[in-house]
């Protein structure tokens, strides 16, 4: 299992929040988010779910491997599991 999470330092509406992604397949993350931290697929942004700081902890516990924003997105694209924006979205 290769489920990655980064440190929550991303603000949004007033909490912190870190990337949860897996660089080997969204079946992978899927399964992972639903069993391990009960967070509804619907909640999915593409190619990672939005984690709230408070369950961090939680998926580190589970098994996520904490690692820095720039590794995440670099084992990301390695897997060929990158989402890029349209350009002007």
Known sequence: MAVLIDTPVWHWRGRLW?????????DELHAFVAQELGIPRRAFQG????????LYDVAVGAGAEPVGARELLS???????????????
């Open 18 to 26: 870190s990337h949860l992604v897996s660089d080997v397949s969204y």
């Open 47 to 54: 190619d990672h779910y939005d984690i709230p700081e408070d």
């Open 75 to 89: 084992r990301l694209l390695s897997a060929g599991l990158r989402v890029r924006k349209p350009r002007g979205a």
